[in-house]
């Protein structure tokens, strides 16, 4: 059995001072909302063995927020250019390239891939919708990462900032 947690970046900006999407920051009220979903996740969930996140800026800002709630080393957050702009097939590959020993992972990342994702993962039909902020956990009836994934998750909560 694996567990796999799906967290999309909190609130940003519209427009980075830049004004390239990748370079998008948190603003108060996203990062007010990381807070709050990682303690709620702490209180009632096991800490993830392993935290990734996209290198976009938004998704590394909530991961970082998430690991110092849990006490997790920021240093030991895994960052992976390939989760900003990738398609449902790639995530699902990267998924299945994980080290078997992983149990527990957490991944932090972007729509419209995390939304066609969960789906793919689920036993039933089910396509929550993830505004900014919300964390997703899916238990996986799997021994390996790299076996058989798709339709083989049991949703186990949904956090959604904008109803906690």
């Keep these: 059995m694996k567990t796999l947690y799906l967290v999309r970046h909190a609130k940003t900006e519209k427009n980075s001072s830049t004004n ?10 996203g990062t007010e909302d990381a807070h709050r979903i990682a303690k709620q996740f702490r ?8 935290l990734i996140t996209s290198s976009a800026n938004r998704a590394l800002e909530t991961a970082q927020i998430f690991a110092q709630e849990f006490g997790f080393p920021l ?7 390939e989760l900003y702009e990738t398609t449902s097939d790639d995530f699902i590959s990267f998924l299945q ?5 992983w149990t527990t992972v957490m991944i932090f990342g972007h729509n419209p891939v995390l939304e066609e994702v969960i789906p793919l993962l689920l036993k039933k039909s089910q396509n929550p919708p993830l505004p900014p902020g919300t964390t997703v956990g899916i238990s996986l009836n799997i021994q390996h990462w790299h076996d058989r994934i798709l339709g083989k998750g049991e949703l186990l909560f949904l956090y959604n900032p904008k109803s906690e």
């Design 97 to 101: 390239d994980f080290q078997t020993d």
């Design 20 to 29: 390239q999407d990748f370079d998008r920051v948190l603003l108060p009220k």
């Design 75 to 81: 240093k030991q957050i895994q960052i992976h250019q």
């Design 43 to 50: 209180e009632t969930h096991p800490i993830p063995e392993i």
